[in-house]
């Protein structure tokens, strides 16, 4: 299971957790390519908010989606994920 514990800027800060590769998503910011790895994971069920998001774990990058969501809700989350990815990556390169 994951816990979101903080956001910072945007970015999730998450505790360890292994999920299923979904695929990836280049961000390009002043330049500068990222290619962020999507994975699908069980999110616990407490009814705030929207699981998924962008992530920042131990200096990786990524974006995290509900593996039980249907296809439009992943797509959602991951459009969701990589605004906040570039909100994150703008703040922290070209400020």
Request: charged share 20%; net charge negative; glycine share 14%.
């Amino acid at each position: 299971m994951l816990r979101f514990l903080d956001m910072q800027n945007g970015a999730q800060k998450i505790q360890p957790f292994s999920g299923r590769l979904v695929g990836f998503v280049r961000v390009e910011v002043g330049g500068r390519q990222f290619d962020l790895p999507v994975q699908a994971v069980t999110f616990e069920k407490d009814g705030v908010g929207s699981a998924g998001g962008f992530f920042v774990h131990d200096g990786q990058l990524g974006i995290l989606v509900d593996e039980g969501a249907g296809p439009p809700e992943v797509q959602a989350q991951i459009e969701k994920a990589t605004a906040q990815a570039v909100r994150h990556l703008s703040q922290k390169y070209l400020n």
